[in-house]
């Protein structure tokens, strides 16, 4: 089906994925916890802090629910397909909680948010509702349900960062590591749930971050990945020092922790991204080269209606100006198909889009309504589904052919490659990423390298979403 070729690009591999145990000590952890999570990058870090959270109080993380005494889904709600993906999963853990009754079954994350107390309603089995910012309260409410009431906290705050806590890093490749910088958004994309289920944008204090990175690249990491719905908007002012941080300045701080620790940053809101940000990335050759710019729609009408906040021009300008300053620069998008009104023409625009930007990536999505946001309340969700799904085909073919030429085009070329792991494929072969995170797979040869190396790889040959090259020196 056509939503499911479309989640999988989106959603990657790690989906719903089971974390490793990383501390399996009963002398120090009593129980034991089993966590999934779904959405975002910022809900798999937030994972993270749940995990320092619940090692705090007792708990282990395991990767087999059956054993595990706590089993909690971080869940997502962008999508209505993504909540019914948790539903599902629901069901499969009643049969585990069948055999095991003192298994406690908590939701957090966004469906939390959104759903509230009525998840409980809803889904019998759940004894715990636990929302994006209230992860600090989790001791509380495990004791709670632990005494057979159900738990519930979704209060949002305009504060709460979890900038003193340090993430537990979870199924970690011990090379590349997601850094929350922000939390929350404030703009009111239409379409979007996320303003609702996370609540008011904030910025994490500065210096806790360059802290977190550094600490990470003393252990032995090589690249941080800084997160935000909005990254451009990061803003945090240093009393102390009397310093206001810019996205730009708090990029080249964490560049200047190593030029050997790579940054990368996701997502960047098209209105927003400035050129002192720009110039920044071009300055530090460890800032990748790469901009993930969701379009959401190549009509100026459309983007109007989703309040976007810019035209299909000044995307398309933000686009040249990136190409200037940085020809060698990687673009990816997120593209809606199918939103309310959205006629063929500007469809087509969508389509033009695409074939100006020179997209190397792109997640791409039918339109889905969410409870509550501007859309659902003021439009009508009027495209019918077979026209939304034969437009987003079309998307996804035009996509697979700019990816094509886009990885067609680098053969030849010469790039400086971080060794992530083994190749999916074989464990001759190594895999690891350029600065325009293109995916480079080459084989280990007689050459003594690690993961975590730094290693020249000249390309000879591509599919659509990988390089195949040799090592040169
Ligand atoms: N903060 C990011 C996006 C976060 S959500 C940004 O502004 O770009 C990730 C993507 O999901 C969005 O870019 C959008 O393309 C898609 N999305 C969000 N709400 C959606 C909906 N109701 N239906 C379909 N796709 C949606
Ligand atoms: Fe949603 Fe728009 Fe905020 Fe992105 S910028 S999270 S799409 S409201
Ligand atoms: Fe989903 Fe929430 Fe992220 S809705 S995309 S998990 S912010």
């Not at 009963?26 to 993270?48: H, L, R, T, W």
């Not at 802090?49 to 629910?65: D, P, Q, S």
């Not at 706590?70 to 709600?77: A, G, Y």
């Not at 060698?328 to 309310?340: P, V």
Request: net charge negative; hydrophobic share 35%; glycine share 6%.
């Amino acid at each position: 089906m056509l939503d499911y070729v479309s989640e999988k690009v989106q959603d990657e591999s790690r989906q719903g994925e089971a974390f490793a145990p990383f501390a399996n000590d009963p002398q120090v952890y009593k129980k034991k916890f089993y966590i999934e999570s779904y959405g975002c990058q910022m809900n798999f870090a937030d994972s993270e802090i749940v995990a320092a959270i619940l090692n705090e109080t007792g708990f282990g993380a395991t990767r087999n629910a059956e054993e595990a005494d706590l089993v909690l889904l971080n869940t997502c709600s962008i999508r209505e397909k993504a909540e019914q993906t948790v539903r599902n999963r629901l069901t499969t853990f009643k049969q585990i909680k069948d055999a095991r009754p003192g298994m406690l079954i908590g939701v957090l994350g966004c469906m939390a948010e959104r759903l509230k107390s009525k998840f409980l309603e809803e889904e019998k089995l759940v004894d715990m509702v636990v929302g994006p910012d209230a992860y600090r309260t989790l001791p509380g409410l495990i004791e709670e349900a632990e005494t057979g009431q159900k738990a519930v906290n979704v209060l949002l705050s305009r504060e709460e960062t979890y900038a003193d806590i340090s993430p537990v890093r979870l199924d970690s490749n011990g090379v590349t590591a997601f850094v929350s910088i922000m939390r929350g958004c404030n703009n009111m994309c239409a379409f979007c749930v996320v303003p609702f289920t996370r609540g008011r944008e904030r910025s994490r204090d500065a210096e806790s971050i360059v802290r977190e990175c550094t600490d990470l690249f003393n252990n032995g990491y090589k690249e941080v990945t800084l997160l935000g719905q909005n990254v451009d908007s990061y803003y945090f002012v240093d009393e102390a020092n009397d310093e206001t941080i810019t996205f730009a300045k708090l990029l080249e701080k964490v560049a200047l922790i190593s030029p050997l620790l790579r940054v990368r940053f996701s997502t960047s809101h098209p209105k927003d991204i400035t050129d002192d940000v720009l110039y920044t990335m071009a300055k530090y050759e460890n800032i990748c080269k790469y901009i993930h710019l969701p379009v959401q729609s190549g009509s100026t009408r459309i983007l109007q209606l989703m309040n976007r906040t810019y035209t299909r021009e000044w995307y398309m300008a933000k686009v040249d100006r990136i190409r200037e300053i940085m020809p060698d620069c990687g673009i990816s998008s997120d593209i809606i198909a199918g939103f309310c009104t959205e006629t063929e023409e500007d469809h087509a625009d969508t389509l033009g889009m695409m074939d100006y930007a020179k997209y190397d990536m792109s997640y791409m999505f039918f339109y889905s309504e969410r409870p509550g946001t501007l859309a659902a309340r003021r439009y009508k969700d009027d495209v019918p589904e077979a026209v939304k799904k034969r437009r987003l085909q079309e998307i996804v073919e035009k996509q697979n052919k700019l990816s094509q030429e886009s990885y067609r085009k680098d053969v030849g070329n010469t790039y400086k490659v971080l060794i992530e792991g083994n190749s999916k494929k074989s464990d001759k072969d190594w895999m690891g990423r350029n600065s325009q995170n293109k995916v480079v797979v080459f084989p280990k040869g007689d050459h003594q390298l690690n993961k975590g190396d730094y290693v020249m790889v000249t390309v000879h040959s591509s599919t659509q979403a990988t390089l195949l090259g040799t090592i040169t020196n």
